[in-house]
């Protein structure tokens, strides 16, 4: 059996407030016998360009809950019921007509969504979008998922749609993985952003996670010093100043 420590943190562009950002995360840990025996975890990232973006990435994380294998026909599955979901939520609200052309258009996100087995030491995971995993073994990144290189980030990825035909061929953009785990082992969930960041320098072998693995604390403390990190990360242009969402899992 497995154990695991977990960092999680979300924060929004400079300059926002934590009401303003559109990324979420979801963590579950499932028990049996007062074993932990299973780990989901859920980061979306909506598209500032959409309407109630916030809203649909939340709906979309928290829908992780229920996911069972396989991932991606759970997915189709439930996302009828979530698209109905974010109907009702914006039934009542009184928009002005300009807004709600907008919200006509759709909410749209990235999603990464994850499902770790620590009885049987291994995991399954989807995406769609930019959000990204960086599993961590002996010092080297043994897999990066979905995207390949950092060259590929802003590009205008294929985003889930609260909108049924903004995703008539979303299948084809669900992005499947999976892998055995190890004692050792350290998975990296991010939104694009900080994931663009990690490839970067991963590619020149500068050992990102190293970085990250330095704020990898339960207490407020470790958050802060992330949060005054990334303020200056931002600042020298190295990440851009978008929403961050971040989780760290270490076995």
Aim: glycine share 4%; net charge neutral.
């Amino acid at each position: 059996m497995l154990k695991f420590k977990q960092f999680k943190v979300l924060l929004p562009k400079q300059g926002n407030t934590d009401e303003e950002c559109e990324d979420s995360i979801f963590v579950k840990i499932t028990e049996t016998q007062k074993r932990k025996v299973r780990l989901r975890i859920a980061i979306a990232d909506g598209a500032t360009e959409s309407s109630f973006a916030k809203e649909w990435s939340n709906l979309l994380t928290k829908s992780f809950d229920k996911f069972n294998l396989p991932l991606k026909a759970t997915l189709l599955t439930k996302l009828p019921e979530l698209r109905k979901k974010l109907e009702v939520l914006l039934k009542d609200k009184q928009l002005p007509w300009y807004a709600q052309e907008k919200a006509e258009n759709g909410a749209f996100s990235a999603f990464l969504g994850i499902r770790i087995d620590l009885e049987n030491h291994n995991y399954e995971a989807l995406a769609i979008g930019d959000c990204c995993l960086f599993h961590v073994r002996n010092e080297a990144v043994i897999k990066h998922f979905p995207v390949k290189n950092s060259a590929e980030f802003g590009n205008n990825p294929y985003l889930i749609s609260s909108k049924p035909n903004k995703n008539v061929d979303l299948e084809n953009y669900i992005v499947e993985e999976k892998e055995d785990l190890n004692k050792g082992d350290i998975l990296f969930l991010m939104s694009d952003a900080l994931a663009h960041w990690f490839m970067k320098y991963n590619e020149i072998n500068e050992h990102p996670w190293k970085i990250l693995l330095g704020f990898n604390g339960k207490n407020k403390e470790e958050k802060q010093k992330f949060n005054s990190w990334l303020t200056e990360r931002r600042a020298s242009k190295e990440i851009k100043n978008d929403d961050v969402v971040l989780a760290i899992i270490e076995l």
